[in-house]
């Protein structure tokens, strides 16, 4: 098989590249991303220089003309979409670039995918699209999609888009939503990765509210199993949630990393709650099971272990991605809630 993976430099998209070639050894992918702040092509730079099943493509999945000409290839298989902008943060800083990519970009892929009889699309989207819940429940692939974040909103706007090209043009897509991920490469503006580079040096730890709100946690691979399980056997039109089964309050999660670090909880620092902050995620992922085949392989404490494991390995990383724009954005993210 050989896929077109968009946003494959980002977090998810890396991790999911490096599992399928490693599981299949008859596949090859071509990589498209845009290489904004998130996007490290150094994460995949050992694919290019030594694998010839990978390419990497530098590109906007926006430019109608670039991915018409990809998709000429008539030997790509199937479309799998990561490429979106992510950060809840930024999105109510300046919802524009969300819209443009998440919405705008990955429209632009389906009907580009669709003018050229691409056999398979598999659109990558967030538990965040159904909203937040309340004490008890579990999303389901039924719940009314009811965004509370300029980002969330982005991202359901791309699934009904998706929705639409199915019903309407019986174009052959499926999309998964997925509860927290956490792992390998994930850039240190999300939850874990930040949290572990400050108590590393003995800065304070900045948490929303009185970190009480709940996410379901998942190792990043299991996503990757996820979604690849849905592009071999989903059914075409459907959606499918892929969780972890590990509910966990922010807090927790901060306290038992910092456990793990050796570090005392008195760098913990509770600062103003994110405008439209969601309780509780929780997805029923039955569906996935029943169908695909999908269960979880890590718990959250072991997942945890071997993410702290990886970056306590790879320091070098994460100096690169510690400076310039990141910096700016996470210097003023302080500022702005002191």
């Known amino acids: 098989m050989k896929l077109l993976v968009t946003g494959g430099c980002g977090f998810i998209g890396t991790n999911f590249i490096r599992l399928m070639l490693d599981k299949h050894k008859d596949w090859s992918i071509i990589n498209l991303d845009k290489l904004t702040y998130a996007g490290n092509r150094l994460n995949l730079i050992d694919l290019e220089e030594n694998e010839s099943r990978y390419d990497f493509i530098q590109g906007d999945i926006c430019d109608r003309e670039m991915v018409m000409d990809l998709l000429a290839d008539k030997t790509i298989d199937a479309v799998v979409n990561f490429a979106a902008e992510s950060h809840v943060d930024r999105s109510i800083n300046d919802p524009s670039p969300f819209v443009t990519t998440n919405i705008q970009g990955a429209q632009n892929l389906m009907e580009c995918a669709r003018q050229r009889k691409t056999d398979r699309f598999v659109h990558v989207s967030t538990d965040e699209v159904y909203g937040s819940l309340g004490d008890s429940g579990k999303f389901t692939e039924t719940t009314p999609l009811a965004p509370n974040s300029p980002y969330s909103a982005s991202k359901a706007g791309a699934d009904l888009m998706a929705r639409a090209y199915f019903e309407t043009y019986k174009f052959p897509i499926l999309v998964t939503r997925c509860s927290n991920n956490y792992g390998p490469y994930q850039f240190p503006e999300k939850l874990i990765p930040l949290m572990f580079m400050n108590a590393k040096s003995d800065k304070p730890l900045p948490v929303y509210g009185n970190g009480m709100n709940i996410r379901d946690w998942i190792y990043v691979d299991d996503h990757c199993l996820g979604v690849e399980l ?32 050796g570090k005392p909880e008195s760098l913990v620092t509770y600062v103003k709650d994110r405008p439209g902050h969601d309780q509780r995620y929780a997805m029923d992922f039955s569906l996935a099971a029943e169908e695909l085949g999908f269960a979880p392989t890590l718990s959250f404490e072991a997942g945890l272990k071997k993410t702290i494991e990886w970056y306590e390995s790879n320091t070098t990383w994460l100096e690169q991605v510690q400076s310039g724009e990141y910096r700016t954005f996470m210097n003023t993210w302080y500022e702005e809630r002191a």
């Open 230 to 261: 849905t592009l071999i056997k989903g059914r075409e039109g459907q959606a499918y949630n892929f969780g972890g089964d590990a509910e966990e309050t922010n807090i927790n999660v901060i306290k038992t990393l910092l456990s793990i670090v």
